[in-house]
């Protein structure tokens, strides 16, 4: 058996001799250019597994070796080197195809493991694309099919993002209104790609209490600290050589973003208690409801950690702006309904498709979901849903949120236009009752799912759980 063949492309000999002999222990055959166009010439004639490529050359940028292997030779993974804290470059070559990167002074220790993930068998052969013989989707054949259903203008340009993600290791952040389908997202960028037959591992950062992030994600040590009865490998352990989803992200405390942008930095994780760090192999695809950039202006996310997490964003199209899919959307829907409460699948008459269109769906597809459900239980046995069976108000576009309706003007309004205020005449006092109102409505429409609830809400979880705390409702039903 033939050994894999690296080529390594940098214009300055010492690193070129100290890689190879790095690869060469690893029992891999090497091949070195000084410029981007010895790169290409070798490129054109010989066959190579990988490339490790810096980005500043003499002739050029590294980024021209990418671009051209992009083009030519999608199936050959490519691992870009970047001077320290070059966080643009990285970018840069990481949309432009890279697999993934480095920094200078390079850590040989990390580059091993880069090369051996790169490497690893079939993972150039699922990566291949459409210079090669294999697509991410051929390599994808006999999985479970995709849960993306639409095939609007969005959902075609989605897909065909989704694909080109799929055969990087590039962080991906997903943005997306809630019910927008962020996790469903995050799995089809896992299953396309080279890393399917890895673990896919989801974590909502808003759910985690701040004072366990450390040990949930980095694991800990038996008696490292109260209540450490046993050993936890943690949720980067879990996701090795898989794809760890960080739902919320923005939702991460501080202190705890330091340690994970190390750990993304490292590529290993410090267990709670432990003395020595454990190498990882984790793809980390990140989501929220808004740009991070919102975060890292408002303060609450690092910038650093933002620039390790933004290298591709990945925005989702909200429900209304793919009316078109609506159809698709409810049979898929309605059929998983009657898969999950063993019936059979309802139909929908066009009068309730033609209700649905005017409504504004504030939570997208999980509330069109919801809906549906609701609708399946409403209906009379055997016959479609009807509009009656929607229970939707006669306003087009409505905001479907709970919501506390204004007062109107009171005659005796003070001089300065300042609303009436309530019996109490306590400002405070009423926003109080309106936000305690809002709450408890939208945990009653959940069935007091606080998750969901949070949702519905547009807050994150873990101002939801302060916010019960706040107004005494954090016993159970109140």
């Given amino acids: 058996m033939s050994r894999q063949r690296v080529l390594v ?6 690193i070129r001799a100290t890689v190879e002999i790095l690869l060469g222990r ?12 010895e790169a290409e010439v070798l490129l054109e004639t010989e066959d190579f597994d990988l490339v490790l490529c810096d980005m500043r050359l003499g002739d050029g940028s590294g980024l021209d070796v990418v671009r051209w292997i992009s083009r030519h030779q999608a199936q050959t993974p490519v691992t870009v080197i970047t001077a320290y804290g070059s966080a643009q470059d990285a970018v840069a070559a990481l949309k432009a195809g890279a697999f993934d990167y480095v920094e200078k002074p390079v850590d040989l220790d990390l580059l091993r493991r880069l090369v051996e993930d790169a490497l690893r068998p079939g993972r150039q052969r699922a990566s291949q694309g459409p210079a090669g013989s294999t697509t991410a989707a051929d390599g994808n054949r006999g999985r479970t099919p995709s849960q993306l259903v639409g095939t609007s203008a969005a959902m075609q340009d989605l897909r065909a993002m989704i694909e080109r993600l799929a055969r990087t290791h590039a962080p991906v952040f997903v943005c997306g209104e809630s019910g927008t389908g962020k996790e469903l997202v995050a799995r089809e960028i896992h299953l396309q790609g080279p890393r399917r037959d890895g673990p896919f591992v989801a974590v909502n950062c808003g759910a985690i209490p701040a004072e366990l992030f450390e040990s949930e994600l980095f694991g800990h040590l038996k008696g490292s600290f109260s209540g450490a009865s046993s050993d936890r490998e943690g949720l980067f352990r879990a996701a090795d050589h898989g794809t ?14 330091v340690k994970l942008l190390r750990a993304l930095q490292e590529r290993a994780v410090r267990p709670v208690g432990d003395h020595q760090e454990h190498p990882v192999d984790v793809r980390i695809v990140s989501a929220a409801q808004r740009p991070l950039q919102q975060a890292v202006q408002r303060g609450t996310l690092r910038e650093d950690l933002y620039y390790r997490l933004n290298v591709i ?3 989702l199209p909200p429900l209304r702006d793919r009316q078109g899919d609506l159809p698709q959307l409810c049979n898929h829907l309605l059929a998983r309904i009657a898969s999950r409460h063993s019936m059979p699948r309802p139909s929908i008459t066009d009068a309730a498709l033609d209700r649905l269109r005017s409504y504004g769906f504030p939570g997208n597809i999980r509330e069109l979901d919801n809906l549906l459900e609701r609708a399946c239980a409403l209906r009379s046995p055997g016959s479609p849903i009807d509009v009656a069976d929607l229970h939707l108000s006669d306003t087009p576009h ?9 007062q109107p003007p009171s005659s005796t309004a003070p001089p300065d236009g300042a609303g009436a205020l309530s019996a ?3 400002i405070d006092e009423d926003l109080q009752a309106a936000e305690r109102a809002r709450i408890l409505a939208a945990l009653e429409a959940t069935r007091w799912n606080r998750t969901r609830a949070a949702e519905r809400l547009g807050i994150s979880f873990r101002s939801l759980r302060y916010r019960l705390k706040k107004l005494g409702l954090d016993s159970g039903k109140n």
């Fill in 313 to 315: 964003e990945l925005a």
């Fill in 398 to 406: 409505e905001d479907t949120a709970p919501t506390v309706a204004a």
């Fill in 424 to 426: 109490s005449g306590n």
């Fill in 244 to 257: 760890l989803f960080l739902d919320e992200v923005v939702d991460l405390p501080l202190a705890m973003q």
């Fill in 9 to 14: 492309v940098d214009d300055e000999p010492d």
């Fill in 26 to 37: 690893m029992g891999l055959d090497s091949q070195a250019a000084a410029s981007v166009g």
